[in-house]
């Protein structure tokens, strides 16, 4: 990997952050005060807004009236912050995020649960503003095998209709917790790029959430982006992995598939340290290390959104040009979900 050897001073660190539209494609960090000043601090313009759960101690099921609620309530949220936050449904109102100096906040759903059978809901909840749809969790689904299936089963032939319905209303299709086989068929049928919004490669990390070169290529084949995540057990197998780790597999797919397919899905939780993820089934094989002692464990240097300058100071070091930078912090998922979004 690159060794850090440029020098970098805070204000160049500064001059890229402010110049660069930082999109961090999921999120699902308590929002309230401490997180209003994280997304300021950090220059964050837009965030993934993961619907799961209703309140800091509670997840939801991927239910259908949970997520109507969950919707509303990441729209009361909203409300309650008009200085700090808007919503966004299109790649216009991302620039206006930035334009406004407010953080823009889009729906995101990790799982396709919440349409079941009904296709119609797809085209309800992308009126209530989902933009982003993740094919499934880690478990098997209607849609096809998550990366926790051992039969790596592959696409549906409901899932291959889903992700013609998503391509033709402009909801970008994701694959990030996606079994390998159903990763590669869904980027096959997709006529749009597909996103491994928050992947790391498998190359580096030996968990089955990470992705293989072939995922990732394929991804930049069609004008996808994969994002880098800030969870320790997806950076590495040893034990306290550290923003240097994260920062490898930039440096992998930068060599791999080129800067201009790599972005930030982050994954940060700010707010549920304490949640023990059972009642969403995690496999240990896949998490393990995450939890010690009931407490998520962070990696320093990137435990919240204010620690985003980090990661740009961090690439600069590496040698990376001010303008990659910026692609990586934003520019590259800006540049693709102009072209799915139909608004």
């Not at 085209?123 to 096809?144: A, D, I, P």
């Not at 550290?242 to 490898?248: G, K, M, S, V």
């Not at 080129?258 to 700010?270: A, E, K, S, V, Y």
């Not at 204010?306 to 540049?335: E, H, M, Q």
Request: proline share 5%; charged share 25%.
């Amino acid at each position: 990997m690159a060794e850090a050897q440029t020098a970098v001073t805070g204000a160049d660190t500064l001059a890229v952050q402010q110049a660069s539209i930082v999109i961090d494609t999921v999120n699902r960090s308590v929002i309230g005060a401490g997180f209003l000043h994280d997304v300021r601090a950090g220059g964050v313009t837009v965030l993934g807004r993961t619907i799961l759960e209703s309140k800091p101690d509670v997840f939801s099921p991927f239910g259908f009236p949970e997520t109507l609620r969950g919707i509303v309530e990441l729209v009361e949220l909203v409300e309650a912050h008009p200085a700090q936050l808007m919503l966004v449904r299109s790649a216009a109102d991302i620039r206006r995020a930035k334009a406004s100096g407010r953080t823009g906040l889009y729906v995101y759903f990790q799982s396709p649960e919440p349409i079941d059978r009904q296709m119609w809901r797809l085209r309800l909840f992308y009126e209530l503003g989902l933009r982003v749809l993740q094919l499934t969790y880690n478990e098997r689904c209607l849609v096809g095998d998550g990366c926790g299936e051992p039969s790596d089963a592959g696409l549906s032939d409901f899932g291959r209709q889903m992700v013609k319905e998503c391509n033709a209303l402009g909801i970008a299709v994701d694959v990030s917790h996606s079994g390998d086989r159903t990763t590669l068929e869904a980027i096959e049928a997709s006529s749009a790029p597909v996103l491994i919004t928050h992947g790391m490669a498998r190359a580096l990390c030996d968990n089955r959430r990470c992705k293989t070169d072939e995922a990732v290529k394929a991804c930049a084949q069609k004008g996808g982006v994969i994002g880098v995540q800030a969870m320790g057990p997806f950076i590495s197998r040893k034990p306290n992995p550290t923003l240097d780790d994260l920062l490898d597999h930039v440096d992998y797919f930068a060599q791999l598939v080129g800067p201009d397919h790599i972005g930030l899905g982050l994954d940060l939780t700010t707010g549920h340290e304490r949640d023990d993820f059972g009642k969403l089934a995690y496999k240990p094989e896949i998490y393990d290390g995450l939890w010690k002692d009931g407490v998520m464990q962070q990696v320093p240097g990137i435990r919240t959104l204010a620690d985003v300058p980090n990661i740009t100071s961090g690439l600069l070091r590496r040698g990376y040009s001010p303008a990659d930078v910026s692609k990586i912090l934003g520019g590259n998922f800006l540049r693709v979900l102009e072209t799915i979004w139909r608004a």
